[in-house]
C-alpha cells in the first residue's frame, strides 16, 4: 500500500510540466504522512486553512487522541480474582494562524506566519481490587498526566505541489509554551477509608525551536 501511493505521488509529479499552486478562494485540508512508518497516514492532527490571497492563508490545526487500556496488576491473596488499572487519556489541541506565502517557483511556496497554540489533556487511572472476600474496592486517580498548554510559535514552511492542487510540505518553528500540570485527585469507593488531599504538580514555562518530523500531505479544494 505504500508503495503504490508512493508511486502515484511520482507519477503525479512526473506527468505534469507544471502543478497548479494555491489561489484566492482556495481551501486546503492536510494530514501528517510519514511514508516509513506502521501507519503513514495519521488522522490524529488535521490543518485546515484557507487562502484569502494567493499570498495569504488562515489556518487552523486541530487534534484529538483519546486513549483506553486494561492492564491486569496481580492476584489476590485467593488465587482467584486478578486486580486491573484502567488507564484513559484524552487530548484536545488547538493551532489558529496565518501564513503570508513568498513567490516561490510554479511548483514551490515558501511560506511564514504564526500561531496560537492551545491543548488540554485529561488522563485517569482506575484501580481495582478486592476489597474483602465479598466486596470490590476501586481507587480513581485522576490528573497524572494531565495539562493545559497555552503558547504561540513563529513559523516557517514550504509547500512542494507534485501535481495540482497535491502538495507535499515541511514546517519548523520557534515558539514558547506555558504548560499547566493538572492536579492530581485521588478517590476511594471503600465505605470509611482515609481521604487522600490533592496534589499539585507546578507548571513550566518553555522557549525554543521546535519541528514537525513528518511530511505534511495535502490537497486543495
Do not use: W
Request: hydrophobic content about 40%; proline content about 3%.
Amino acid at each position: 500500500m505504500k508503495k503504490l501511493f508512493l508511486l502515484a505521488l511520482l507519477a503525479g509529479s512526473v506527468s505534469l510540466a507544471s502543478a497548479q499552486k494555491q489561489a484566492a478562494g482556495d481551501k486546503s485540508l492536510e494530514v501528517n504522512f510519514t511514508p516509513l512508518g506502521g501507519s503513514p497516514i495519521s488522522i490524529n492532527y488535521i490543518k485546515l486553512r484557507s487562502f484569502t490571497s494567493e499570498a495569504q492563508a488562515y489556518r487552523l490545526g486541530v487534534g484529538l487522541s483519546m486513549a483506553s487500556s486494561k492492564t491486569a496488576t496481580g492476584v489476590t491473596a485467593d488465587g482467584k480474582t486478578t486486580m486491573f488499572d484502567r488507564e484513559a487519556t484524552t487530548n484536545i489541541t488547538l493551532k489558529p494562524g496565518i501564513e503570508k506565502h513568498m513567490a516561490g517557483t510554479s511548483r514551490l511556496s515558501p511560506y511564514m506566519g504564526a500561531e496560537l497554540d492551545l491543548a488540554f489533556q485529561m488522563h485517569s487511572v482506575k484501580s481495582e481490587y478486592e476489597a474483602t472476600p465479598n466486596s470490590v474496592e476501586t481507587i480513581t486517580t485522576k490528573g497524572t498526566n494531565g495539562y493545559m498548554r497555552i503558547g504561540a510559535n513563529l513559523l516557517a514552511g514550504a509547500d512542494y505541489y507534485v501535481s495540482n492542487k497535491l502538495y507535499l510540505g515541511t514546517e519548523i518553528g520557534f515558539g514558547l509554551q506555558f504548560v499547566n500540570q493538572s492536579k492530581i485527585k485521588t478517590e476511594n469507593s471503600l465505605s470509611g477509608a482515609p481521604a487522600i488531599d490533592d496534589q499539585t504538580q507546578g507548571s513550566t514555562f518553555n522557549i525554543g525551536p521546535n519541528f514537525n518530523g513528518a511530511i505534511r500531505l495535502g490537497f486543495l479544494f
